[in-house]
């Protein structure tokens, strides 16, 4: 039976506390009503019980557009648990692409009312004891996600670790922009980090060598691409440098992110990631050269702009966000990659 201080009016109360605040800023908040909902669940601190109660309650909600916008309007969206109040309700208002105030006045009532509805059936129902145990992605850097494919079932394994970690793989898909232009080493983009990792250094680590950058530029001169955009799905296949030695065997250079003139941003569509993937998830079983077969391919869970927190435009909204479920609570897995076991032969070397 629910304590008799919850009920669904104070519940709503203090979440609407906690939207203005942000989970960063709840320490010394009074939160009696979701503290007496979370009482049973296991965890170090109040606090830390009562995210565990809000992540369990949206997670119930129907995946889609009414959970994306209570993760960002409670700030459990990964980055955003120190974001203003505004900047979140801003970016869940793009998730139901209506303007910030008529968000606030209808949808985001709507949705502090659903999460209240979910946190009072706990309170009835009792909170599973796994709830604070938890995130079941904390102290794993490989999950394994069983998923269906039309007519049968595929294994996932999803790496929670930066995407130069990443070890005994055959294909990385590294997205990147139209121009096939890598990003400087300093960068934080998924293309950055693997041409990072791909240098080659001296015992002080000077760079000797940069042959991710050198065999791209090959191949734009190859196909005679120097200088002017590819089309959009376009795919070049590269060495992995001195990534080699932590076996992983190519990189994958998908062009979906076309440069918007005027400024330093992207656009990323949907159907260009869509053309795409055909290139690297092929269902043939051909093999190269060597003689293997590229059947391990970490897919990065942010494959728009290649930037953390880029995000796809259309009218699908941002399809990289499955991957935010393995890059939460701050984790710094700022590359998180799944890793899709699908056989995929040579198309990734096709000119524009």
């Known amino acids: 039976m629910a304590p008799p201080s919850v009920d669904h009016a104070s519940i709503l109360a203090e979440l609407k506390g ?6 960063v800023r709840l320490r010394g908040r009074p939160l009696p009503a979701l503290e007496a909902v979370a009482a049973s669940v296991p965890a170090r601190t ?3 019980a009562v995210e ?3 992540r369990l309650a949206v997670s119930q ?3 889609g557009t009414l959970r994306t916008a209570a993760e960002y309007t409670l700030g459990l969206a990964q980055g955003t648990s120190d974001w203003p109040p505004s900047s979140r309700r801003s970016r869940a208002a793009e998730v139901y692409r209506v303007s910030v105030e008529r968000f606030r006045k209808h949808h985001e009532v709507m949705v502090l009312e659903q999460v209240a509805e979910r946190i009072v059936r706990l309170a009835a129902e009792g909170v599973p004891a796994a709830a604070g145990a938890g995130d079941e992605w904390d102290g794993a850097t490989h999950r394994s996600v069983e998923v269906s494919a039309g007519d049968r079932n595929a294994r996932l394994m999803v790496h929670v670790h930066p995407v130069d970690l990443l070890r005994d793989v055959d294909v990385v898909v590294s997205p990147t922009n139209t121009y096939l232009a890598l990003p400087e080493l300093y960068k934080s983009s998924v293309s950055a980090s693997l041409r990072r990792a791909g240098t080659v250094r001296g ?3 000077d760079v000797l060598d940069d042959p991710v950058h050198h065999e791209l530029r090959k191949w734009t001169a190859r196909h005679g691409t120097s200088g002017r955009p590819v089309l959009p799905g376009t795919v070049a296949a590269t060495g992995s440098g001195a990534l080699a030695g932590q076996g992983v065997r190519r990189i994958y250079h998908a062009a979906v992110a076309v440069p918007r003139a005027g400024t330093n941003d992207y656009d990323v569509l949907p159907a260009d990631v869509t053309r795409a993937h055909p290139a690297f998830l092929g269902a043939n079983s051909r093999k190269d050269q060597a003689g293997w077969c590229r059947c391990h391919i970490p897919l990065p869970y942010d494959h728009g702009d290649g930037r953390v927190g880029g995000r796809l435009s259309g009218a699908h ?6 991957g935010r479920l393995c890059a939460r609570r701050g984790r710094t897995a700022a590359h998180a990659a799944g890793a899709a076991r699908a056989r995929a032969g040579h198309g990734s070397d096709r000119a524009p």
Do not use: F, H, S
């Not at 906690?18 to 989970?23: C, E, I, T």
């Open 52 to 54: 565990a109660l809000l």
């Open 18 to 23: 906690v939207r203005r605040a942000g989970l």
């Open 203 to 205: 015992v002080t680590g």
């Open 317 to 322: 909204g941002d399809l990289a966000r499955p």
């Open 46 to 48: 109040r606090d830390q």
């Open 61 to 63: 909600l129907d995946a």
